[in-house]
């Protein structure tokens, strides 16, 4: 994440380098596949038209191993259950984390000088 912050904001910003540990937060957690309470981190908020998608970080250990789709599609799925799309933001500068999203079904439905503001809707079984 460090490198997307600095080029958005700037060098020298300052970032919390501690480990977190992968949590939900969210009227009604759901369960993860991460192995390990250091991996990383993954929150959201229900609303009351939709689930918000806070964050989703991962340790650099735990990367490309498809763990931040799958924590994303228990997101997906408690939308569907609740029968409410997922809104998130990404830096305009996270391609990769864009292109996930996008593959995940989520499309751009606003613009922030910084971000863009995603959505999707939950998926047909």
């Not at 229900?46 to 490309?64: C, I, P, Q």
């Not at 593959?103 to 751009?108: A, M, T, Y």
Request: charged share 25%; with cysteine; hydrophobic share 40%.
């Amino acid at each position: 994440m460090r490198p997307y912050v600095e080029v958005t904001w700037g060098l020298g910003t300052r970032m919390n380098s501690s480990p977190s540990t992968l949590s939900t937060t969210s009227r009604r957690p759901i369960g993860s596949s991460l192995s390990t309470p250091r991996g990383g981190l993954l929150a959201f908020e229900e609303h009351d038209d939709h689930l918000w998608l806070v964050k989703v970080y991962l340790f650099a250990a735990w990367r490309n191993q498809g763990i931040g789709r799958s924590l994303i599609c228990q997101v997906l799925d408690q939308a569907k259950e609740l029968g409410k799309p997922v809104r998130l933001r990404v830096l305009r500068v996270n391609n990769r984390a864009r292109r996930l999203y996008e593959s995940l079904g989520f499309r751009v439905v606003s613009e922030m000088p910084e971000r863009f503001v995603m959505q999707a809707f939950p998926r047909a079984v």
